[in-house]
């Protein structure tokens, strides 16, 4: 098993060209109905009932006119009417019974797809993220589960009953004339055909419709996003007129589909009404010779509508069955994806090994460039309780090394190992219990500030987090935030500067405490205050620990144990400082102008 072989989920290009989707994807979801089996079954229980009512109805209309109307007695009048409303309390019951608990089930079974999905999202190798556009899997949590909801709380019980009224008005129709019904009978693929034509037509339009429309809402959101640059340029003008011709376009497919529409219901309200004339001109004609009497005729009228609309519901609702069984098949695809980094079957005890990182002859490539490896039979110790420093010029490979050591992807060939002992021997989650990273762009969730350096140990009480933030040098401008730690980050919340949020990380790592500390240090974003204060921070973090430091700054360059030297994946010397000075020209160069400012 290796990294590359990540299957693709599809993109939304192929995902328009997909043919239909078998029904039969639909199944899944019986698994997801099973732990619900006494309320669908009551559901299905009402749903018969109301079906036979429907049915009785036409019976009723039959009664009401041949008894009433026609024997002209108000007695009989009464008691038919009495029947008939008889009949509507029962049918109101029943579809108040059958509507809310499929509605119920659907809305459940969509949120617990969801859940299980997105609790099997957050297992899954990074790597998958790469290759899989985020917007895409997250379309997929909603978009393709709320469609499931509709099927399962609506289209699927409709299908169930339309089909149920058609079967069951067809039998009363032949019972009550069966010259006529052959009539019905052949009228209904004269309906059907329209709509099965135009019906697909309509549908390839609206999908271009909604992706015209997913179009202008994410160029429209990129644009907000980005709203400063936008302005900067002085490119509303240009932005206006794109936007502009995105939302003809949508409009253009609209007013096509729009128009295949119109001509949809023409033609079937056409049909459906040429076919009941023509029906009540030889069913009429029936009644004035005698051969059948008018309440049968109006039962007959009455079931032969039922036809046409369970027919239309039927074939209306089958796209939408094909539409979920789409969504099923992806979502079911989705739950399918196996993470590649796992805990073996039996996992060492990562918190009983020495606090001890090394990389063995590590090659590996990001399963994005198979051909370019970022790290080359790289070697290299980080002994227990001392500070390794890693240097080298941008994209030589140091935040991979971080990356391997979190185990976010194994390397292709070569051993990582905690304590001597190969990391894919630990479980991912007690490996990483053992780290913590404080990153170049720290990771600020859109939640207040002590959430987020509580981030680091849930469990930690106010005062715990209130230490963390004063050992960061944090707790001064957090007190001074407009609701101290309560503050909330992010979109609708306060801004940080780059030095306020990485010393929000560096409270967060603290407060984990761990045995192993991984820090990507950020000189570019602070000012020379903050920047002093995030040192103090660090320094304080590394006591006693094992650390692993990318390093741009001279004075955690000669507070390091040891010097690591990469470039283009590999490691081309390690040693102090003086030792480099001499040894390394790549090393000289990088500290001519990387530490010359700060040394001066
Ligand atoms: N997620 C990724 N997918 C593909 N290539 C990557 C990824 N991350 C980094 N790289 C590539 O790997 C190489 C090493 O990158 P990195 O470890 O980030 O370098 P450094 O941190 O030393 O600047 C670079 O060539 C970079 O472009
Ligand atoms: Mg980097």
Partial sequence: MSAVDVKPVDSAEEKKEMPPKKLSSLFHLLSYLKPYKSRWMAAMAALLFTASLSLLMGQGVKLLIDSGFGEGSLALLNQAVLVLLALAVFMALGTFIRFYLVSWLGERVSADIRTAVFNHIVTLHPSYFETNRSGEITSRLTTDTTLLQTIIGSSFSLALRSSLTTVGALIMLFITNGKLMLIVVGCVPLVLLPILFYGKKVKRLSRASQDSIANVGSYAGEIIQNIKAVQSYTQEQQEKSVFGSHVEEAFGIAKSRVTQRAILMAAVILLVFTALSVMLWVGGSDVINGSMTAGDLAAFIFYALMVAMGVATVSEVFGDLQRAAGATERLIELLEVKSLITAPIISADANALPAELAFKQVSFNYPSRPDEPALKSFSLVLPEGQCVALVGPSGAGKSTVFELIQRFYDPQSGLVTLGNKDIRELSPQALRQQLAVVAQQPTLFTSDVATNIRYGRPNATDEEVVEAAKAAYAHEFISQLPNGYNSFLGE?????????????????????????????????????????????????????????????????????????????????????????????????????????EQSA
Avoid: C, W
């Fill in 492 to 596: 609708q919340g306060v801004r940080l500067s780059g030095g306020q949020k990485q010393r929000i990380a560096i409270a967060r790592a603290i407060l984990k405490d761990p045995r192993i500390l991984m820090l990507d240090e950020a000189t570019s974003a602070l000012d020379t205050e903050s920047e002093f204060k995030v040192q103090k921070a660090l320094e304080r973090l590394m006591e006693n620990r094992t650390t692993l430091i990318i390093a741009h700054r001279l004075s955690t360059i000669l507070h390091a144990d040891t010097i690591a030297v990469l470039d283009h994946g590999q490691l081309v010397a390690q040693g102090s400082h003086e030792h480099l000075l001499k040894a390394s020209a790549l090393y000289a160069k990088l500290a001519s102008y990387q530490f010359k």
